[in-house]
């Protein structure tokens, strides 16, 4: 992997604690749907460890935390369900995010991770913007029912702590601009509990579009004084994640979409943090390694399904190629790879000995959307508290939410 590199100097920031987790590098790999499975993580893992030797450091390198699952199917244990929650032997801290509408059964989902030994931290979803999630009061829009998230933060600290497994929480400004809640969010979780709090710096009605107001971090840290606050949103470099700190003053951040197609990002933030200039700039054959490495190990996340293992690579196929030159047929037919041999012949097919492309290949990756009406439970404006009709809806939105 093709490095730039310059002197080393002081760490920009101490490592992040996490409870008893202590992070060398402080930077958390997001919880994203349909990505952040074990063979990405792997990846991820690795070049982090990679950016931390740049770093002349060691230890763990960043916090991986698994896509999110809902706390019934958890529960549950539909096989599904049980595979996104799996981690390499070697992972630690092993890290999940549960998604709950209901107090009890968020309870419930924590005793069973704890009791089993099946995860070393638990972050608990406020932020998803979609609208499936939305419309039955959960994600984003759960934190303006105050009593609501306080339940759900406190019930699993409750069963997490005696395991002194730490509980944080991720959540966005607000419903919209009328209705802001990350401050009290924050406040609450901080007292029942929680280890950190991560604050996506755009409201759901905003889902991934315009610009994330930093400033929004700035004033949480304010808040939040006694466990650390965490920055998200717009982090597509290193360059950005030092910045984001220098103008907020936040303990560490949260990447998301920077990094797809691109889990050298991990190298090149722990190597930021710890104070380097060494930077990963891979050309083609570089890439297309990677991206027949995690090919290989979403075969063996699958079980050996080598198609199904294809199909989930198929999306991130141009993020991989983003700014490179490959050809519209090339990428059209890698868009429908079927196999890892496929694979391997479309990639021979490239012009491997291109160089990485620069800003082509830098700045914003996934879809950012428009902004929009969030969809939400009837009434759910009209006050801070759940009504009767709405508590009745919440209780039937943790069996209709899909989350693995």
Known sequence: MSVTTAPTSTPVLPPLHIGRHVIDSPVVLAPMAGITNRAFRRLCREYGTAGLEMGGASGASSLYVAEMVTSRALVERTPETMRLISHDPGEHPRSVQLYSVDPATAGLAARMLVTEDRADHIDLNFGCPVPKVTRKGGGAALPWKTDLFRGIVRAVVREAAPYDVPVTV?????IDDEHVTYLDAGRVAEAEGAAAVALHARTAAQAYSGQADWSAIARLKEAVTTVPVLGNGDIWSAEDALEMVRRTGCDGVVVGRGCLGRPWLFTDLAAAFAGSAARVRPGLREVTAVLRRHAEYLVEFYDGDELRACRDIRKHIAWYLKGFPAGSTVRNQLALVDSLAALDDLIASMDLDAPWPGEPSEGPRGRAGSPRV???PEN?????????????????AELSVSGG
């Open 170 to 174: 991720k959540m966005r400004v607000g």
């Open 380 to 396: 759910w404006l009209a006050g801070r508290e759940l009504d009767d009709a709405q508590r009745e809806q919440v209780a039937q």
């Open 374 to 376: 969030v969809a939400l």
